[in-house]
């Protein structure tokens, strides 16, 4: 009975596709062509159709993808549109966009003008493209099921009110996003009210803002990313349900750059990740609940500064290494856990040998509540008498909190 | 004047509190930086030894080498010898030892385990200390004719470059903590050869935290060449103007 359910499941399938087969064709579009123009192609085109565009430098303005076809590029079409123009307009569902290479969109301090832009649609694909110094690089508008790989996108952004984002996202649903590279846009990858989207596998450098900006995105996962060297690192704001796994976080040095700056985030993961020579690993305000496990703070200026108004977050098996502070806070009221970390500035020892130090561990130190307080006192860093005063806090705690402990602090660090 | 340098460098390089300093510092550059799994650890813990036991053993030593020499200097000025060329004799037997035990003591195992920019920093502050607080003896044991006088002022400098100073900086910013003073805490600092030279290895060390707010200023002077030449000038005067104070009270003293 089954089988043969499946058979006529598999004739209507190759069916199906026959008929598709009779019906899709592909139209040619280069100089030696019978059409010379995509916009013509695309005019021509039934949906379901390729339009193939051969290589070569493309001046069409702004071209309007208003049916399900896909567009291809042979050979990497440049499309060109002399700083006036929105390249591309996407405003059907189903199409497919591989290829190109799209450069000089138009600047507007009005519209959000793209290199690819998509309207209020869904099922789109922008596969493989080059996007070169245009305003916005890949937008989606109030779009579901986008998927967005493999895709170059660079800028050359000079200050933060005349570039728009690398890959940006609003009110959209379901993005797949991965394998692109983003450089010199204002924030990397923006997303405000952008759910159930993932973000892999993803270089986010030397952007002139963010490497990743979210506001209001939940249920998203960033997985394998690499945000490196941006202007003022990640920050993430008003989202819950984030999972942030695998991901680099590198040299964003700077008094307001941070690793991630998280802001108003709950009941979030930050599994496995690497931070790496930040000014600030983690800066906390506002967030709850949020498991942060197993991640490599290394050679960070500040491995983790969580504002006394952040609660219930759980900080266990991480690696605090070579970091000149371990943990700031701001306040004396400390609501947060620390458990089972590996911090290289443990001084204890482990009678017992089962590889947790007998005595608990104090990550604040009194000088880094000072520098919190009186910026300038980093000028005494490393002075004799700044160690005194930390080795009698030590003793007898007075300013730095009481609770912001590590009852278990591990002997030997934990592999990540 | 050649003589004179020949002599007590044959007597300093045979002086049992020279050769105890080198295998100490030796044995304790090694250790740090065999104990540590990673080279900057061993370097922060070697800057605190720089800067704490190499001004010390520098200026208690010299003082007491000046004072306990005190006849074998009136024998000199007997002689046929410039002063000027006297005390700078001395000032080149004393500083020479001591820089080059610095150099065995913890260049050298820097070199070997720590070669890089932070590392070169130490040895260069390291040997510049050694000169300043030799020159700072000579000068304090010219003035002082009594020796437990001149050796407990020898003292006192010492714990006012090491701490003092540091204590009265920080109540100055608790003080002024409202104002943008980062600018003149850096002029403040210059007055101490200790804080420059720990300032300089920490923009090497503490990098990422020196990239924040404060920091950038320090990184803004210390890390460009213009401020590394005025920071480095700074410790040669550090070096010779107490030489050169030293020099003009010694030819005049009434020996």
């Not at chain 2, 002063?83 to 004393?94: C, E, H, K, Q, V």
Request: aromatic share 10%; hydrophobic share 45%.
């Amino acid at each position: 009975m089954r089988s043969s359910a499946l058979n006529i499941v598999g004739t209507m399938i190759c069916l199906f596709m026959v008929v598709d087969m009779l019906h899709a064709t592909t139209i040619k579009i280069g100089k030696d062509q019978a059409v010379k123009t995509i916009k013509q192609g695309i005019e021509m085109a039934k949906a379901g159709d390729t339009v193939l565009v051969k290589a070569g430098l493309y001046k069409e303005g702004n071209i309007i993808v208003d049916k399900a076809i896909t567009l291809l590029g042979e050979g990497r079409p440049t499309l060109e549109a002399e700083k006036k123009h929105e390249p591309l307009s996407v405003k059907s569902p189903h199409v497919t966009i591989k290829g190109f290479e799209i450069k000089n969109s138009g600047h507007s301090s009005i519209n959000d003008i793209a290199g690819i832009k998509i309207y209020n649609t869904h099922h789109v694909k922008v596969i493989d493209n080059i996007l070169i110094d245009n305003f916005f690089g890949i937008y989606s508008q109030n779009s579901k099921h986008l998927e967005i790989l493999d895709n170059k996108i660079e800028a050359y952004g000079t200050a933060e009110q005349l570039i728009g984002n690398g890959i940006h996202g609003w009110k959209s649903d379901s993005l797949h996003i991965e394998r692109n590279t983003v450089t010199g846009h204002r924030d990397g990858i923006y997303l405000e009210f952008v759910t159930h989207t993932h973000v892999l596998n993803t270089i986010s450098e030397k952007n002139l803002r963010y490497g990743l900006h979210f506001m209001f995105s939940h249920d998203n996962s960033y997985v394998g990313n690499t945000f490196r060297a941006n202007g003022a690192g990640v920050a993430v704001m008003y989202t819950k349900n984030v999972h942030m796994e695998n991901n680099l976080f590198e040299e964003n040095w700077g008094d307001a750059s941070y690793g991630i700056l998280l802001k108003d985030i709950s009941d979030s993961q930050i599994i496995n990740n690497k931070f790496d020579r930040n000014t600030t690993g983690i800066f906390m305000e506002g967030s709850n609940r949020i498991h942060i496990d197993n991640n490599n703070f290394i050679g960070n200026g500040w491995g983790i500064k969580i504002q006394a108004s952040c609660m219930d977050n759980t900080f266990r098996d991480n690696n605090f290494m070579q970091n000149t502070f371990d943990v700031a806070t701001n306040g004396t009221l400390t609501l947060n856990n620390f458990t089972q970390n590996y911090w290289d500035k443990y001084e204890g020892y482990d009678l017992d040998r089962d590889g947790i130090g007998d005595v608990p561990f104090r990550p604040v130190s009194l000088f880094s509540m000072l520098v919190e307080r009186y910026p300038s006192v980093m000028l005494l860093f490393r002075s004799f008498m700044v160690t005194l005063f930390d080795r009698s806090e030590k003793l007898l705690p007075s300013l730095t909190p009481e609770g912001l402990k590590d009852e278990q602090p591990r002997m030997k660090s934990v592999k990540v | 004047m050649n003589k004179v340098i020949r002599y007590v460098l044959a007597d300093l390089l045979r002086n049992k509190t020279i050769i105890c300093y080198t295998i100490l510092l030796f044995a304790l550059s090694i250790s740090v930086y065999s104990m540590e799994d990673n080279y900057e650890k061993g370097l922060i813990s070697l800057l605190n030894i720089v800067l704490f036991v190499v001004p010390l053993m520098s200026i208690v030593f010299s003082s007491i080498y000046l004072y306990n020499s005190s006849e074998f200097i009136n024998l000199l000025v007997s002689q046929p010898l410039k002063r000027t060329n006297i005390w700078l004799s001395l000032f080149a037997g004393l500083a020479g030892p001591l820089s080059l035990s610095f150099f065995i003591g913890v260049g050298v195992p820097t070199l070997m385990y720590a070669f890089s920019n932070s590392g070169l920093i130490l040895i260069g502050c390291g040997l510049l200390l050694s000169l300043i607080f030799v020159s700072i003896a000579m000068w304090t044991s010219v003035l002082i004719r009594d020796k437990s006088k001149g050796i407990g002022l020898a003292i006192l400098l010492w714990l006012y470059f090491g701490l003092l100073f540091d204590a009265l900086v920080l109540f100055l910013l608790f003080q002024f903590s409202d104002y943008p003073i980062e600018n003149m805490m850096v002029a403040l600092s210059m007055f101490n050869p200790i804080d420059i030279s720990r300032i300089l290895i920490l923009l090497q060390l503490d990098l990422s935290a020196m990239m924040g707010y404060t920091g950038a200023i320090f990184r803004d002077f210390f890390g460009t060449g213009l401020g590394m030449g005025i920071t480095l000038g700074v410790m040669l005067l550090w070096c010779l103007i107490p030489l050169w104070l030293s020099v003009r009270h010694f030819r005049k003293k009434d020996l």
